[in-house]
């Protein structure tokens, strides 16, 4: 169980996107799960991500600044998603 940064639920890994920063303090989203490193997760949800992103939530689990690249591929994955 891990806690979504937008709605702040416990919910299971699988149900959640994983955004990890690593070693080279690189951030990037990690579908697969298995990528090395610290993670923070996302629901698949438009307005999870939404309010993560307002809040600057990213921002605060990881100490650092997150490029806007980053953001727009997590909204068109959320986006492709959500419209399945």
Do not use: W
């Not at 639920?9 to 149900?15: I, Y």
């Not at 698949?44 to 991500?49: D, G, H, K, M, P």
Request: positive net charge.
């Amino acid at each position: 169980m891990r806690m979504c940064l937008g709605c702040q639920e416990m919910k299971p890994k699988r149900e959640l996107i994983r955004v990890v920063k690593n070693k080279e303090n690189e951030i990037s989203i990690d579908f697969t799960g298995k990528k090395p490193g610290r993670g923070a997760y996302i629901c698949r949800n438009l307005a999870c991500f939404e309010k993560a992103r307002k809040g600057k939530r990213l921002e605060r689990a990881f100490e650092a600044p997150i490029s806007e690249e980053i953001y727009e591929a997590l909204h068109k994955q959320l986006e492709e998603d959500n419209g399945q």
